[in-house]
C-alpha cells in the first residue's frame, strides 16, 4: 500500500520542512488485539496532519502513545530526540500538547484557573512575569476573555472545547494533538472552530495532528491526511487524492 | 402516545430542560435534533425515569409516569437505548438479549421477540455465544437495539444511534431503525447526524439550549429557514 | 501576583483573633481552657483532612495512623534519648511524613475509594503494630507514660498552669493551617485541585502527577504528625486507644459538619464537636450511640457542612464533593 | 505415623475450617461491593449482631437449638440489612463520591451498632453454646464434630450461592448490575431492590459467620473488629468485587495462619495479618484477580 515516501514531495506548502515529529514501527497491543500495528510516519513542521478511520482503527491509541497515556513498542522521535515512553508530564514540557476526545476540564475551577493551569504547570522554566501575559494571549485568542471568571462546569461543551484548546496553548506548544475537536458540535459551532484550528497552525506557527470523522473537515484542514483501519496504514496523502482511493472508500467511507 | 408537558429537569444547579413539551403519536418516527450538551439527551434520560424532573408531566399511554422508576417505565413499554452502550461485558450476546427481556410482559414473549431480533440482525445470531465485550461498534449498536426491542417495547427512545461510528456503519444504522419503525414500533430518535436520517422522520423537533426553538411535522421543518440554517443546510456530514 | 483578600482568610483570622484574647475572660477556669486545647489540636487535625480529602481529593482514612505515629515517634525520642520536645515534635512529624509518602506509594495507581480502604487498613494496623512492638520500648497496649513535658528555657510547662499550652497550641495550630491556606491557595493548590477535578487533563498539561500525589500525603502527613506530637507532650501519655473508632468519628464529624472542601470549615467544626462532646458527657454511654446517629444524619442531610449551607462562600468546592451529583452514575469504574 | 506431619495435618485441617468461615463472610463483603459498590464498615457489627441474637435466642428459651437459630437469625439479619440499605445507604447513592460518602455513614452506623451492644448488652463476653459436642478420629486425626459441623455448613452455604448467582433471576439480575449498572437499569431490572437484596443477603451471610464462630470465642460489642480486619484482607488480597478471588484468598490466609498461631504463637497472628496486607499493598494493589482500580 501507499506509504509516506511517495505522498511527501506532492505537499508544495510544507514539503521542504525537517520532520518535527518522527513515527516509527509503533506498535501496541491490548490482549490479543493488535490496536496500533507497525505504524510509522513524519510529520514535517508546520503541517496540519489529519487522522482518520473507524471506530476501533487505533486512532487516539496513536495520540496515547506519542504523549506517554500508554507504553508501547516502536520509537517516537520530537525535534529529532527521542521521546518514546516519556510520561506524560515529560511529553508536555518537551513541547507537546493534545486535547481529550471526551472533554474534561477542571469543573469546579473557573475558566481564567484552567487555562493557567496549563501556563503554570506546561512550561518548566517559565519566569513569574510571563504567566500572565500567556494565560491573556490564549484566552484572547479562543475569544474566552469575556468568560474567564466563569466556573467551567457550567460551560457548555463547545466552551468547554475552548477551555481545553487554550489550556493547551498556554503550554506554548509546538506540535498540538487534536482528538476528535469537532465531535459533538453542531455545524454552526463547527465554523469558528475550524477558522481557530487554522489560525493555531498559521499565526501560532503550530503543527497540527488532527483525529476527526468529518471528512469535509480534514479536507478543508489538513495537508495531509492518513487513514488507519485495524491499527494499520491503509493510505497517506493529500485528503483529496486519499480520498477517491479504492480501498479507502471500500473500509471506511461507503 | 407520549406527551410532555412542561417538563424542566437540572443537572446540579445547571437548568438544562427548560419547560419542555411535545406529543409523539403511535406509529410515529419522532426525531429531536439539537446541538450537543443542550439537553437533547438529558430529556431522553427524564423521559425514561434516569434523570427526575423538577416539574411537569409526562403521560404514557394514558398513564403518568412523570416521576416513575425504570423499572416500571420499562414494562410500560418505553425502552430507552442509550448513546454509551451499557451492554454486559461479560455475559454472551444471547444472555444480554434475554435480559432486556427481564419485565414481565417481555418474559412471555420472549421466544418471539428473540426471533424477531435475529430476523432483523442475522449478524446477532451468528456471534450469540460471543461475549458482548468482544463486539465491534457496529455490532454493540444492534446489540443495544436488539436488547431494546427484546423489552417488549412500544415505544424505543434511542439516544445517538450513530456516536462513535464511521460513515459506513451510519447508514445501516439508520436503515435498521427506519425497518423497526416501519413495523409500526413508534421511535423517538436524538440524533447530530441530521442529513442521514431526515427522510425517515414524520416530525422534527429542534432544541436549543434546553428549550425547543421549532417542532412540526418534516415537511414543515423542511421549509424552516433557521433549522436549514442550523442543521440541514451548512451541513457537513 | 497581587494580594487578594479572601473571605476564606478572613474568617480565619477573625477565629484565631478570638482564640487569642479568649483566655483573658476564661484564665480561670482550667476546664475550659483544657477543652479549647484539644479543640485546637483535633481542629488543626481535621482542618489538614479535609485539605486532603475536600481540596486535594485524596480520600484518605488514614490521618490518625500518622498522628500516632508522630506522636510515638515525639514520645519516645524525647523520653529515651533525651532530645528536647520542640525538636521531638519536629522528628515526629517528619517520621509521619516518611510513613505518609510510603503509603501514598502503592496510592498512586488506585483510584478514591480504594485509597479510603488502604488507608483506612493502616489505620487498623497501627494499633496491633504497637503492642507487638512494646519490647523497642512503646509501652504496648497501656501506652508510652510520662512523656517529658515542653519547656522555654528555664520554664517547664506543667498541667497546673494551662495557659502556656494553650498559647503553644494556638501558635502551632495557626501555623499548620496558615500552611493549608497558602497551599490551597497557591499554584501548588492549583495542581491538587486539577487533579482532583480531571486528573488526565491535568496531565495533558504537564503537571507531574506522581510528584504531587506524593506531595499531598507527605505534606498531610506532617502537618497532622505536628498536631500528634504536640498532643503527646501535652497529654504527657500516650496509648493505642487514640486509634479507636470514637476519635475517629468525631474528628471525621468536624470535617463533615465543618463542610468538606471549606477552608476553615473543619476548624470551626473542631469547637463545635468538642463542646457538643462535653455538652453531652453526663449521657455516658448512650454519648457515643448519639454521635454514630449524628455521623448518618450529618451526611444524609447536610453534605456540605454548616458552613456550606450558610452560603457564605460563592465558590462553594464543598458541594460539589458531596452534594447531589447532577448525573445518575453510572458503570464500573466510571463513578470512583 | 510422624508426629510432626501428624501436627501439620491437623494445623492444615483446622486452618480450613476457620477458612470456610471467613470464605463466607468475604464473599458477603466482596459480593455487596462487587454489586452495589458499598464498602460496608459496619460489617463487623452485623457480624457481633448475628452472634447477640443467637445469644439473646439461647438465653431467653432453655429449650433453643443451633437449627431453630439459624431458621430465625439468619431472615433477621436479611430483613435488618435490607433496612439498612434502604434507610441509611440508598439516598446517598445519586451523590458525588458517594462511594466514599457511604465509607463513613456505614462507618457510623458501626460505631452506633457497637455503642447499642455495649448499652444493652454491657461490655462483658458473652458465650455461645457448642454447635456439637465430642470428636471423631478419622485415619488417626482429631476433628471436633463442631469444626466438621462448621466446614459442612459453610461450604453448603457456598455452594447454594454460586448457584444462586448463576441460576435464579434475581442472581442473574444481580450479575447484570456488577457488570453495567446503568445498563441494568435501561432493561428494567428495578436496581434499587436487587441492591436492598444484595445488603440483606451480605449481612445473612456475616450474620451466619457470627453464628458459626461465636461458639470458638466469645462475643463482645468491639468483637467484631478482629474478624472485620480479617475479612477485609482476604477480600483486598482476593480482589475486591471478585468471589473466586476471595475463596482462594480466604484459604490461602487461613492456612497460614493457623501455622503462624501454631509456630510463632496468638499474638502474632494479626501482625500477620497486617505483614500480609503490606506486602498486597506493594506488590499487587489490585489484588489476586486484579479486579480493583
Not at chain 1, 4 to 9: I, Q, Y
Not at chain 1, 156 to 170: G, R, V
Not at chain 4, 11 to 30: E, F, K, N, Q
Not at chain 4, 38 to 66: C, D, K, P
Request: some cysteine; hydrophobic content about 50%.
Amino acid at each position: 500500500m501507499a506509504s509516506t515516501a511517495n505522498t511527501n514531495s506532492k505537499d508544495e506548502r510544507v514539503g521542504a520542512q525537517a520532520p518535527i515529529l518522527q513515527v516509527r514501527n509503533l506498535s501496541k497491543a491490548f490482549g490479543a488485539m493488535l490496536a496500533v500495528n507497525d505504524l510509522s510516519f513524519e510529520i514535517p513542521a508546520g503541517e496540519v496532519f489529519g487522522i482518520a478511520g473507524p471506530n476501533g482503527a487505533g486512532k487516539t491509541t496513536v495520540f496515547n502513545l506519542i504523549t506517554g497515556f500508554l507504553q508501547g513498542t516502536g520509537e517516537v522521535r520530537f525535534e529529532d530526540k527521542n521521546v518514546t515512553n516519556l510520561k506524560p508530564y515529560q511529553i508536555c514540557h518537551r513541547g507537546i500538547a493534545r486535547t481529550l476526545q471526551i472533554p474534561q476540564i477542571f469543573s469546579t475551577l473557573d475558566v481564567f484557573s484552567n487555562v493557567r493551569f496549563g501556563a503554570h504547570f506546561g512550561n518548566k522554566h517559565l519566569k513569574d512575569g510571563n504567566e500572565a501575559e500567556i494565560i491573556h494571549r490564549a484566552l484572547d485568542f479562543v475569544g474566552l476573555q469575556d468568560d474567564k471568571t466563569a466556573i467551567a462546569e457550567n460551560m457548555d461543551l463547545f466552551h468547554k472545547k475552548l477551555i481545553m484548546i487554550a489550556a493547551a496553548l498556554a503550554t506554548q506548544p509546538r506540535l498540538l494533538l487534536l482528538d476528535e475537536p469537532i465531535g459533538g458540535l453542531s455545524p454552526a459551532e463547527i465554523d469558528p472552530l475550524i477558522k481557530l484550528i487554522r489560525k493555531i497552525n498559521q499565526e501560532w506557527n503550530i503543527t497540527v495532528i488532527i483525529i476527526e470523522h468529518l471528512m469535509k473537515v480534514l479536507k478543508e484542514l489538513s495537508h495531509r491526511l492518513m487513514i488507519l483501519h485495524y491499527g494499520e496504514e491503509i493510505r497517506t496523502g493529500p485528503p483529496a487524492e486519499v480520498m477517491e482511493d479504492e480501498k479507502v472508500k471500500e473500509v471506511y467511507l461507503g | 402516545m407520549l406527551e410532555l408537558k412542561n417538563i424542566n429537569t437540572y443537572y446540579g444547579e445547571f437548568h438544562a430542560i427548560r419547560d419542555i413539551s411535545f406529543k409523539v403519536n403511535q406509529g410515529d418516527f419522532f426525531l429531536v435534533v439539537g446541538p450537543n450538551g443542550h439537553g437533547k439527551s438529558t430529556l431522553l434520560k427524564t423521559i425514561c425515569g434516569l434523570l427526575r424532573t423538577a416539574s411537569g408531566q409526562i403521560v404514557f399511554n394514558t398513564a403518568e409516569i412523570t416521576r416513575a422508576a425504570t423499572d416500571k417505565i420499562v414494562e410500560m413499554g418505553l425502552v430507552y437505548v442509550a448513546e454509551e452502550r451499557h451492554l454486559f461485558p461479560q455475559m454472551t450476546v444471547l444472555d444480554n438479549l434475554k435480559l432486556g427481556a427481564y419485565n414481565t410482559n417481555a418474559r412471555a414473549k420472549e421466544q418471539e421477540s428473540l426471533e424477531y431480533v435475529f430476523h432483523l440482525f442475522p449478524q446477532l445470531s451468528e456471534f450469540k455465544n460471543r461475549y458482548a465485550a468482544t463486539l465491534s461498534g457496529g455490532e454493540a449498536r444492534m446489540l443495544t437495539l436488539g436488547r431494546g426491542i427484546m423489552s417488549c417495547a412500544k415505544l424505543l427512545a434511542i439516544d445517538e444511534p450513530s456516536f462513535g461510528l464511521a460513515p459506513i456503519l451510519r447508514n445501516e444504522v439508520f436503515d435498521k431503525i427506519n425497518e423497526i419503525n416501519s413495523s409500526g414500533m413508534t421511535v423517538l430518535l436524538v440524533e447530530q447526524n441530521v442529513n442521514q436520517v431526515v427522510d425517515f422522520a414524520d416530525r422534527i423537533c429542534l432544541i436549543e439550549d434546553g428549550c425547543i426553538v421549532f417542532d412540526g411535522p418534516r415537511e414543515e421543518a423542511l421549509l424552516n429557514e433557521h433549522l436549514k440554517d442550523v442543521f440541514l443546510g451548512g451541513s457537513y456530514r | 501576583m497581587k494580594i487578594e483578600i479572601r473571605q476564606e482568610l478572613i474568617i480565619f483570622l477573625a477565629m484565631y483573633l478570638v482564640l487569642l484574647i479568649l483566655p483573658l475572660f476564661l484564665y480561670k477556669d482550667a476546664y475550659v481552657i483544657g477543652i479549647l486545647i484539644t479543640c485546637m489540636v483535633w481542629g488543626a487535625m481535621a482542618s489538614v483532612w479535609n485539605f486532603t480529602m475536600g481540596y486535594a481529593g485524596i480520600f484518605t482514612f488514614g490521618q490518625f495512623g500518622f498522628f500516632v505515629v508522630a506522636a510515638y515517634t515525639s514520645g519516645m525520642v524525647t523520653k529515651y534519648l533525651g532530645i528536647s520536645p520542640w525538636l521531638g515534635i519536629l522528628i515526629g512529624g517528619l517520621m509521619a511524613a516518611v510513613v505518609g509518602v510510603l503509603i501514598g506509594l502503592p496510592c498512586m495507581k488506585l483510584k478514591g475509594a480504594y485509597i479510603a480502604l488502604i488507608t483506612f487498613a493502616l489505620h487498623l494496623v497501627v494499633a496491633p503494630m504497637i503492642k507487638v512492638a512494646d519490647p523497642l520500648g512503646t509501652g504496648g497496649s497501656t501506652g508510652l507514660m510520662s512523656i517529658p513535658k515542653l519547656s522555654l528555657g528555664a520554664y517547664t510547662f506543667s498541667r497546673t498552669d494551662l495557659i502556656p499550652w494553650y498559647y503553644t497550641a494556638l501558635v502551632i495550630s495557626f501555623l499548620v493551617l496558615l500552611v493549608v491556606y497558602k497551599t490551597i491557595f497557591s499554584s501548588v493548590g492549583l495542581g491538587f485541585i486539577g487533579l482532583r477535578d480531571s486528573e488526565d487533563f491535568a496531565k495533558t498539561l504537564g503537571i507531574n502527577e506522581y510528584k504531587y500525589k506524593l506531595l499531598v500525603f507527605g505534606l498531610s502527613a506532617f502537618l497532622t504528625g505536628i498536631m500528634g506530637g504536640f498532643y503527646a507532650h501535652y497529654a504527657g501519655i500516650i496509648s493505642p486507644r487514640l486509634l479507636g473508632l470514637d476519635i475517629f468519628l468525631l474528628v471525621m464529624l468536624m470535617m463533615i459538619i465543618g463542610g468538606m472542601g471549606i477552608f476553615p470549615g473543619a476548624f470551626l467544626g473542631g469547637f463545635i464537636i468538642l463542646f457538643l462532646n462535653e455538652f453531652l458527657r453526663p449521657l455516658e454511654a448512650y454519648r457515643f450511640l448519639i454521635f454514630g446517629a449524628i455521623v448518618i444524619v450529618a451526611i444524609k442531610l447536610m453534605p456540605e457542612g454548616i458552613l456550606g449551607h450558610l452560603n457564605i462562600f460563592k465558590n462553594r468546592m464543598g458541594k460539589r464533593l458531596l452534594g447531589r451529583a447532577a448525573e445518575v452514575e453510572t458503570t464500573r469504574g466510571q463513578n470512583i | 505415623m510422624n508426629i510432626w506431619v501428624q501436627q501439620i495435618i491437623q494445623v492444615i485441617i483446622s486452618g480450613i475450617v476457620t477458612a470456610s468461615a471467613y470464605a463466607i463472610m468475604g464473599i458477603g463483603l466482596s459480593v455487596i461491593y462487587g454489586i452495589s459498590r458499598v464498602f460496608n464498615f459496619a460489617y463487623g457489627s452485623f457480624f457481633t449482631w448475628g452472634a447477640y441474637f443467637a445469644w439473646i435466642l439461647f438465653a431467653t428459651f432453655s429449650w433453643m437449638n443451633y437449627p431453630l437459630v439459624f431458621l430465625i437469625v439468619v431472615p433477621a439479619m436479611f430483613f435488618l440489612g435490607m433496612g439498612t440499605e434502604k434507610v441509611v445507604v440508598r439516598s446517598l447513592r445519586w451523590r458525588k463520591n458517594w462511594q466514599v460518602t457511604t465509607m463513613m455513614v456505614t462507618l457510623g452506623l458501626a460505631f452506633l451498632m457497637d455503642n447499642l451492644a455495649l448499652v444493652i448488652f454491657g461490655g462483658f463476653a458473652k458465650p455461645l453454646p457448642p454447635l456439637f459436642h465430642g470428636a471423631i478420629n478419622p485415619f488417626g486425626f482429631t476433628l471436633s464434630v463442631q469444626d466438621l459441623a462448621m466446614l459442612i455448613i459453610a461450604v453448603t452455604v457456598m455452594i447454594a450461592f454460586g448457584l444462586f448467582l448463576s441460576k435464579t433471576r434475581i442472581g442473574r439480575c444481580m450479575q447484570a448490575i456488577s457488570q453495567d449498572m446503568t445498563g441494568a437499569e435501561i432493561v428494567g431490572i428495578p436496581i434499587k431492590k436487587v441492591f436492598s437484596y444484595t445488603f440483606g443477603l451480605s449481612t445473612a451471610l456475616v450474620g451466619t459467620g457470627g453464628i458459626l464462630l461465636a461458639p470458638r470465642y466469645f462475643i463482645t460489642p468491639h468483637g467484631g473488629w478482629a474478624p472485620f480486619f480479617r475479612v477485609f484482607v482476604i477480600v483486598a488480597f482476593g480482589g475486591l468485587g471478585s468471589i473466586r478471588g476471595t475463596l482462594y484468598a480466604a484459604f490461602i490466609l487461613a492456612i497460614f495462619e493457623s501455622f503462624v498461631s501454631w509456630s510463632l504463637g496468638a499474638t502474632w497472628v494479626m501482625p500477620f495479618w497486617f505483614l500480609v496486607f503490606l506486602g498486597v499493598l506493594a506488590f499487587r494493589p489490585s489484588g489476586l484477580m486484579g479486579t480493583w482500580g
